[in-house]
């Protein structure tokens, strides 16, 4: 099984991917044509739906298993939690926009690098912090629960859902199933860029 570290960088790592993948375009602006256009959307999607059941799954883990260490533990949890709202924000905007809409690369390009930004954070402050507190059975058995969370968890931003455990916990199954039902009527995710 792996750990709770494992987890997390191949998601981040899956992500980043994908983001290269989104800046090396064709744009708009580059005179991309509608497939292209299209193509790009659909990995946005990709990005969107990795991501909110990424973040999630941290919110609802992750980062309380950071908080319980203590006022350190809890103050690198503040920060990264914020910085995920942040994104969370962005993504639901960038999920609405269309990848012909001039202001679309700006958008794009303000959240990878927060992303970036975000997973260099979490990986230099929260990884180190919670792997020298927890013992391997703790982050295996943290590694699993995030890969639950993340199966049943949403496929859209929710930022209206406070990013704490308890709301998380309660609302994320709950978004995810309505999340899954609505990807399942539009055909949103089901034509995964590889």
Known sequence: MPDVFDVLKQDHD??????????????????????????????LDDVIIAQSGHEAAEQRYFWPALRAL????????DEGIEQEAEAERTLGDLGKASPENPEFEGML??????????IAFEEAHAWPLLSASIDARQASQL????????????????????????????????????????DMVTGRGQHRED
Request: net charge positive.
């Open 14 to 43: 899956e992500v980043k991917a994908m983001l290269a993948r989104l800046e090396d375009g064709p744009t708009a602006a580059d005179g991309a044509t509608i497939e292209q256009l299209t193509r790009r959307k659909r990995l």
């Open 70 to 77: 203590g006022p350190e533990g809890g103050r690198v949890a």
């Open 109 to 118: 390009a303000s959240f990878t690098s927060d992303t970036r930004a975000h």
């Open 143 to 182: 590694g699993d629960q995030i890969i639950q969370a993340k199966k049943t968890g949403p496929t859209r931003p929710h930022p209206a859902v406070p990013p704490q455990a308890a709301p998380r916990r309660a609302a994320g199954p709950v978004a995810g199933a309505a999340d899954r039902l609505r």
